[in-house]
């Protein structure tokens, strides 16, 4: 395993993700704890020193697998991080009662990683506004010494970023989680985000290195020029050897669902081969010619799911909606469509917009769940 130096500790350069653990029966809510702690223990064994979950997480039961089947570990031996959900802005008069409930769910007495969850438009004013008193709760419980480094994500753009860091937050902020991904580099301005953050000397942390999982499944056309320039390493690996390349990255985390993924991922994090300058601008353009041609960036991280009234697979149907448009129509999002249940199909969105304020990528979701339906007519 790599490690990265970060103020004096050694923290594995992939660290276990833990959002998108296995289920059963597809039902997000419901983490497979069998498999789950076997990959906490493999990935705990082979090296990973780090692993992050959140309040939101499998509808909070994230947070309770963590607790329970790291808690057989030496606390010293590895790095807990979880985050304030302030991507929902009614808990922002929460922060102490979350807090609190946080440290009982994990087990422990202190995080060693704590972040301000998911800064972005929606709600960056509510993160700033004096009268929650979030930042001044926090550097409180770190002065306590439950916190032990204080950090952020951020979804928002690039002066939502800048915005954030000029404010109060800034000079606290010891680092920052970026989507970060060779897809997003220029479709979501991540370059210009990475730029603000070395000007600021704040290490950045990568969450969806795998923008979902999606850059492990790339056109025939793509992998096949990859496969000229290093022939021995899948489209999986040239996305975190992406991300070897940047030297602002100190940690990179991965939501592996199955063990093949995670030993797949501990495989590749065995050895520091980052492209260099032509393989990374070579990478960057044939997906920014990829982009071009359409598709949402959702990430599947089910935020969504949990807001909507009428309880629509969200992220599923947002990926037949990518897939129908970046095929030019055809047959397989209609029948995957007509195979659920008539409940769960994009007709039956109310566009009450409750899922969009949650959303990471602002998706404008009721919008798309109109266009999907009219498309297909369900």
């Not at 985390?253 to 300058?277: C, F, H």
């Not at 032509?278 to 807001?307: I, N, Q, W």
Request: charged content about 25%; hydrophobic content about 35%; aromatic content about 10%.
């Amino acid at each position: 395993m790599i490690y990265r130096d970060f103020k004096g500790e050694k923290l594995s350069g992939l660290g276990l993700g833990m959002m998108r653990l296995p289920v059963i029966n597809g039902n997000d809510a419901a983490v497979d704890e069998k498999a789950a702690a076997e990959m906490i223990e493999y990935a705990y064994r082979h090296g990973i020193n780090y692993f992050d979950t959140a309040w939101g997480y499998h509808s909070g039961a994230s947070e309770l697998v963590a607790g329970k089947y790291l808690h057989g570990y030496p606390r010293d031996s590895f790095c807990l991080a979880t985050k304030f959900p302030g991507y929902d802005n009614s808990n922002m008069p929460k922060a102490r009662e979350i807090f609190e409930k946080q440290l009982v769910k994990l087990q422990t007495d202190y995080f060693d990683f704590y972040l301000i969850h998911n800064v972005y438009e929606g709600n960056i004013d509510d993160y700033l506004d004096p009268e929650f008193g979030i930042l001044e709760y926090f550097l409180e419980q770190k002065r306590l010494g439950r916190i032990r480094h204080l950090g952020f994500s951020c979804h928002g753009s690039s002066s939502v970023l800048k915005r954030f860091l000029d404010s109060a937050y800034g000079e606290h902020m010891e680092f920052c989680q970026l989507q970060l991904n060779y897809m997003d580099w220029h479709f979501q301005k991540c370059d210009e985000k990475v730029a603000l953050c070395e000007e600021r000397q704040l290490p950045v942390w990568v969450m969806e290195p795998l923008h979902g999982g999606k850059l492990c499944n790339e056109p025939d056309e793509m992998t096949g020029e990859l496969r000229k320039m290093r022939p021995d390493e899948t489209v999986t690996e040239w996305a975190f050897r992406f991300l070897q390349a940047l030297p602002q990255v100190r940690m990179v985390l991965s939501g592996m669902s199955d063990m093949e993924q995670l030993k797949a991922n501990i495989d590749t994090w065995s050895v520091d081969k980052p492209l260099n300058r032509e393989e990374f601008d070579r990478l960057v353009y044939l997906m920014d010619e990829e982009v071009k041609r359409g598709g949402l960036p959702c990430t599947a991280c089910h935020y969504c799911t949990s807001h909507c009234p009428k309880k629509l697979p969200i992220p599923e149907l947002i990926a037949l909606y990518n897939e129908h448009k970046l095929a030019g129509g055809g047959f397989l999002a209609p029948m995957a469509v007509g195979s659920m249940e008539p409940s769960k199909r994009p007709a039956n969105c109310i566009g009450c917009r409750s899922c969009e304020k949650v959303c990471p990528q602002q998706i404008k979701i009721s919008e798309v769940m109109k266009d999907f339906s009219a498309m297909i007519g369900m």
